[in-house]
């Protein structure tokens, strides 16, 4: 069976304008409905974050009045049967490639801080990406792509058809005032063909074997289509 490395934010917080440090970190729905998706598809999924920290939920993505007070409860259970494989992520410098045939990378606003500049990440996406295998990311996680650039200094991803977390899903958010870049006007300006759907709705975008996904409700259907190409 296949195997999936799933790349998770290490930092609990994004630096703003001002300098002040919105709390963050992963977003809840967008690790846990991929883990359910490749788990009822017979699939292994590792984690791993910079260094092996312990990446920590934003409290954003459990907000009762935001999802509701039986699935914030339902993700909080979730999130607690996970904590010992949290605790333990592997070091994203030493992960070993060739054990896996995809890699995901979730949101929040935590990519946005350390895996928007991971060399790491980078490196490892130009492996996976230019050896055949699957790469896909959701929301903020598509900030993790701006560093894969190629020996040559070319960026992987220059060309193709992706999507992510929107400029106008940010200003609705209340964060772009004071953001330091913008998500989708980073990946266009890095020369990606940028396409979105409707706000907050799920939109996924396949190009060959790149998949991401716009928002957190596009999670379960990007992971979806990463089955998809890896049982296909």
Partial sequence: MPKILIVLTGSDHWTLTDETLHPTGFWAEELLSPLQVFSDAGIDVDLASPEGRTPVVDEGSLAPDAIG??????????LDALAGRLESTLVLADVDLDSYDAVFVPGGHGPMEDLAVSDDLGRILVTMLDGGKVVSSVCHGPAGLLPARRADGSWLFA???LTAFTDAEEQQAG???KAPW???????????????????????????????????????????????????
């Fill in 69 to 78: 007070e039986e699935e914030s409860a339902k993700q909080r259970a979730a």
């Fill in 175 to 177: 964060l772009a005032d």
């Fill in 182 to 232: 913008l998500l989708e006007s980073r990946l266009r300006e890095a020369g990606a063909t940028f396409s979105s759907g409707e706000a907050w709705a799920p939109f996924v975008v396949v190009d060959d074997t790149l998949v991401t996904g716009q928002n957190p409700a596009s999670s379960t259907e990007a992971a979806q289509k990463v089955v998809g190409l890896l049982t296909s």
């Fill in 159 to 161: 060309g193709r058809n």
